[in-house]
């Protein structure tokens, strides 16, 4: 009877453990941009999110590509460490998820480990399927209803796939009717067991385009389809006409670089594409109002965070780009992030740079877990202490990086010569963003032909000049130094994150200066360590343009090749 009792004090102890622990509902939308306003378009995301949280301007997704973005948000690794390098195999998509291994190794597991009951619906990876979708279950979730390739861009005959049973069709039925009927009974099961916390994930495919393969195995793109209460909505808007849309001179590099300026029926369907997706958009912004509502009735509001994101951004127009992705331009990734929840300030406007890869080490933090060793991020400041110390101590790049194929998603009729789809769309490129002074702000790309893109977005927040472009004319001198001394170190930072494991993909600096007395862009400009890093340090460089992830491709390896200061020494050597 004693033993009982003891297991009933125990069972009791842990209960009231677990009750304390914060709830966390995490909504994960597919190609929402920033750039494009569409956040102006959600009131009541703006009432319950960005007015009762904090929005996160300078977040960014680290591979502008559905599937290894959501890799890299999932498992806290940089996609060059997943080895999910694209939506399709052999590449990516939810079989290489599995043979990498990081089925059992993911944010789901590691959440149930530590007492989280876990749901999820809607879209979790590309080329998850009707014919794979148990070979094996995906890991870590209590409840799950996803969408199956190859009907997850099908607004109206979307396959789901519920816990362990067979996939069903629904035909005629609106895919964002069905997400928020599911993931509202999710909710209803979350709540329903007080002994346990929950995480929610929540993934509607708006505002991406709306795709089906045809039986010869062809895709056919088109606008997203809104609901028809929504249908009629903002008949006047337009893609922003900013000075990037549709310009009069060439723009970007690349393929980017060659395209021809849109015609007036093209951008006139590209309005019309924009338009839907606004209007499929009103969907989420309903599906968050009822998640609120929900909560607040449960009296679990006040314990719960709720993170709103995107996979990665989009453009329409911008660079005379049809509408798409999986470039390294702003619009494509910087991508919105608001985080409601307990200690997060009230309506303001973070400027601490912030990454996909630190979504799961943040989750993490607020589930009370201890931190993997093997994280490519750092947990998002979220608290007014810790976004005020972030400013001084947190790090001020994003590695970007891509591979293979880029596809114009809008559907629109293509003029002689071109296609739906560019080849050699492989780069690796950084965003650097001087947060606590505002003296700088870059874009530095370089793509597998070997093109360098540097753009100054402090004077050029649109990037329409290309300051490495053969025809450039570049300042002598930028933040008081030579120009070719800032452009060294962009290249050498870009040298460690293209590669780089764990910590040093946080603090890349401590890679080159192992003193650690080099902590940011403005520390490495000192004239003491020109020579280092104009002339001493390999440069970034592609051996040929490949689809996927081949070391021999990428050129020098800076934890072979790469040295530190510190007597000319390698990194293999210190390490």
């Known amino acids: 009877m004693r033993l009982t009792a003891s297991i ?78 694209d939506v399709l195999p052999p590449w990516g998509g939810y079989p290489k998820f599995v043979d990498q291994g990081l089925n059992e190794n993911w944010l789901p597991v590691w959440l149930q480990e530590a007492g989280y009951d876990t749901y999820y619906t809607g879209k979790l990876f590309n080329s998850h399927s009707v014919e794979n979708y148990d070979n094996p279950f995906p890991a870590g979730w209590t409840g799950s209803d996803f969408l199956l390739d190859p009907f997850t861009y099908s607004y109206m005959t979307p396959w789901y796939q519920r816990n362990r049973e067979p996939p069903v069709a629904h035909e005629g039925i609106n895919t964002q009717d069905l997400i928020s009927e599911k993931a509202l009974g999710f909710l209803d099961d979350a709540i329903s067991n007080p002994d346990k916390p929950f995480f929610i994930g929540i993934a509607p495919i708006a505002p991406h385009s709306n795709m089906y393969i045809d039986e010869n195995d062809v895709r056919h793109w088109g606008p997203p389809i809104p609901l028809d209460k929504h249908a009629h909505l903002f008949p006047d808007a337009q893609v922003p006409r900013t000075p990037n849309f549709n310009p009069d001179v060439e723009s970007g590099g690349n393929w980017v670089r060659g395209l021809r300026k849109q015609d007036d029926d093209i951008v006139e369907y590209n309005d019309h594409y924009y338009r839907e997706r606004l209007r499929s958009l009103q969907s989420v912004d309903e599906l968050v109002d009822d998640v609120i509502k929900r909560l607040e009735a449960a009296k679990l509001l006040d314990n719960t965070y709720i993170i709103y994101t995107s996979d990665n951004g989009f453009h329409i127009g911008q660079h005379r780009m049809q509408p798409g992705k999986m470039c390294g331009y702003e619009e494509d990734i910087n991508v919105p992030l608001i985080i409601r929840g307990p200690g997060v300030p009230k309506g303001e406007v973070s400027d601490v740079v912030t990454a996909h890869v630190d979504l799961a080490p943040t989750i993490m933090q607020l589930a009370g877990i201890p931190l993997r060793d093997d994280f490519d991020g750092a947990a998002i400041p979220l608290t007014k202490p810790e976004q005020k110390k972030a400013v001084n101590k947190r790090q001020e790049h994003v590695t970007v990086e891509f591979w293979g194929k880029a596809y114009m998603e809008g559907g629109v009729v293509f003029r002689g010569g071109e296609t739906d789809e560019v080849l050699n769309n492989t780069y690796k490129s950084l965003r650097v963003i001087d947060v606590k002074k505002n003296d700088y702000n870059f874009y530095y790309s370089i793509w597998c032909n070997n093109e360098h893109e540097l753009y100054d977005m402090k004077t050029d927040p649109y990037q329409m000049t290309n300051l490495l472009h053969p025809t450039a004319k570049p300042p002598k001198t930028i933040l008081g130094r030579p120009f070719e001394a800032v452009v060294a170190r962009l290249d050498a930072l870009l040298f460690v994150l293209k590669s780089c494991k764990q910590n040093t993909c946080v603090e890349p600096w401590r890679a080159l200066h192992p003193a650690g007395n080099v902590n940011s862009l403005k520390d490495a400009l000192n004239q003491r360590f020109d020579d280092f890093y104009i002339r001493q340090q390999k440069k970034v460089r592609f051996e040929r343009c490949e689809a996927g992830l081949i070391i021999d491709a990428e050129g020098p390896q800076f934890e072979t090749d790469g040295l530190l200061y510190r007597h000319g020494s390698s990194w293999s050597e210190w390490t």
């Open 8 to 85: 009933l004090a125990t069972w009791l102890q842990l209960s009231a453990v677990l009750a304390k622990k914060p709830n966390i509902v995490f909504v994960l939308t597919d190609d929402q941009d920033v750039h494009l306003q569409s956040m102006d378009y959600v009131p009541l995301i703006k009432k319950h999110l960005t007015d009762k949280g904090t929005s996160y301007r300078r977040h960014y997704c680290t591979t502008s590509l559905c599937c290894p973005t959501r890799v890299t948000l999932w498992t806290g690794k940089l996609a060059h460490n997943t080895n999910v390098t």
